[in-house]
């Protein structure tokens, strides 16, 4: 085979595998696009379903709340009353952090998400403390109030230092034994309030309630 004739079919090699990387390319692109709209596509209506289930179940709880109030004594209505909206900005708060818990597994890919996911806890946290400031707290439950604002005024510090130690870059300045303890006491202030609510509920006979919390 002569030189040109070799240098020829080489050519003709190095173009066809360049069409054929690029076509590759251009296809891989593509089907990852196509997946991406796809799963896109699917957490959209997993995301209506979901929805639609929370409107139906808020409407069952409703008349179920409603029909338990018959024939209850005027201290148990009350509370019934406050359980029908902490119970709404309870569960939000919950669904809201599982959510923020499932996307730093799969967000969580460098230092920028994971500070972006903090300040979304904050956000959170903050939702939490302006939502409960305007439900109407009856006197009966003001044990409860006082440990759930200690446990809102600890999460939003906690957090927002948190978010601090991530945003300095210098995180030898920190103690992460301080920091793990705030978190944990934040475990526990939020099961303080959670289990005086239920002694509560139990005090007026509203066991029923409980069932919302767990």
């Given at each position: 085979?002569?030189?040109?004739v070799a240098d020829?079919?080489?050519v003709?090699?190095?173009?066809?595998?360049?069409?054929?990387?690029?076509g590759?390319?251009?296809y891989?692109v593509?089907?990852?696009?196509?997946?991406?709209i796809?799963?896109?596509e699917?957490?959209?209506?997993?995301?209506?379903?979901?929805?639609?289930?929370?409107e139906?179940q808020?409407?069952?709880?409703?008349?179920?709340?409603?029909?338990?109030?018959?024939?209850?004594?005027?201290?148990?209505r009350?509370?019934i009353?406050?359980?029908?909206d902490?119970?709404l900005i309870r569960?939000e708060?919950?669904?809201?952090i599982?959510?923020l818990?499932?996307?730093?597994?799969?967000r969580?890919?460098?230092?920028?998400?994971?500070?972006e996911l903090t300040?979304?806890?904050?956000?959170a946290s903050?939702?939490?403390i302006?939502?409960?400031?305007?439900?109407?707290?009856?006197?009966v439950?003001d044990?409860?109030?006082?440990?759930?604002?200690?446990f809102?005024?600890?999460?939003?510090n906690?957090?927002s230092?948190?978010?601090?130690?991530?945003?300095?870059?210098h995180y030898?300045?920190y103690n992460?034994?301080?920091?793990?303890?705030?978190?944990?006491?934040n475990i526990?202030?939020?099961k303080?309030?959670?289990?005086?609510?239920?002694?509560?509920y139990k005090k007026?006979e509203?066991?029923?309630?409980t069932e919302?919390?767990?």
């Amino acid at each position: 085979m002569s030189r040109r004739v070799a240098d020829n079919l080489t050519v003709v090699l190095l173009v066809v595998f360049t069409f054929l990387l690029v076509g590759y390319t251009v296809y891989s692109v593509e089907k990852q696009k196509a997946e991406l709209i796809r799963m896109e596509e699917e957490q959209d209506r997993i995301e209506k379903l979901e929805q639609e289930l929370r409107e139906q179940q808020g409407e069952m709880r409703e008349a179920r709340l409603e029909e338990l109030k018959k024939d209850r004594e005027e201290k148990a209505r009350n509370i019934i009353d406050f359980h029908s909206d902490y119970s709404l900005i309870r569960s939000e708060f919950l669904r809201m952090i599982a959510s923020l818990e499932k996307d730093m597994d799969l967000r969580a890919v460098n230092i920028e998400e994971v500070e972006e996911l903090t300040n979304e806890r904050i956000d959170a946290s903050k939702s939490l403390i302006d939502s409960y400031s305007g439900i109407e707290v009856p006197p009966v439950l003001d044990k409860f109030s006082g440990l759930l604002m200690d446990f809102l005024e600890n999460d939003y510090n906690t957090w927002s230092l948190t978010s601090s130690y991530y945003n300095s870059r210098h995180y030898s300045t920190y103690n992460l034994e301080t920091l793990n303890r705030l978190h944990q006491e934040n475990i526990q202030l939020f099961k303080q309030a959670e289990d005086e609510l239920v002694r509560v509920y139990k005090k007026y006979e509203l066991d029923e309630l409980t069932e919302d919390l767990y």
